[in-house]
């Protein structure tokens, strides 16, 4: 079992930046990649960022060019540095976790971006 515990997100006007964490703890040595997804009113839960363990990374053509992800493995947590954020960008955020064979979600936490 892994388990994730996100940073508070909160509320931001547009143009601004906000960061987040996720703490992973457990069988932490079967973790692999972690992501970032999201998930607007009405709509599907998106892939936003992902980066395994070597550092390779993935974006969501929405957020490329303005939110990085990065690890820690020491500590096992993973960022989301969001900047020059949009209202569209408005979602519940949830951190996501890959073993070998399983995926663990983090409760998510609310990121708003006001016009």
């Given amino acids: 079992q892994v388990q994730l515990v996100e940073s508070r997100g909160g509320l931001v006007q547009a143009g601004g930046s906000l960061r987040v964490s996720c703490a992973a703890s457990g069988s932490i040595f079967r973790l692999n ?4 997804f999201r998930q607007a009113p009405g709509k599907e839960r998106e892939l936003v ?5 070597s550092g390779r990374t993935n974006y969501a053509d929405s957020v490329k060019g303005r939110f990085t992800i990065s690890r820690d493995n020491h500590n096992n947590t993973a960022y989301l540095q969001m900047n020059s954020l949009k209202p569209e960008d408005t979602a519940v955020y949830y951190c996501r976790a890959e073993t070998g064979t399983l995926v663990y979600w983090g409760q998510g936490t609310q990121v708003t971006v006001s016009s």
Avoid: D, N, P, S
């Fill in 33 to 36: 990649a972690m992501g970032w």
């Fill in 49 to 53: 960022a992902r980066i395994t363990t």
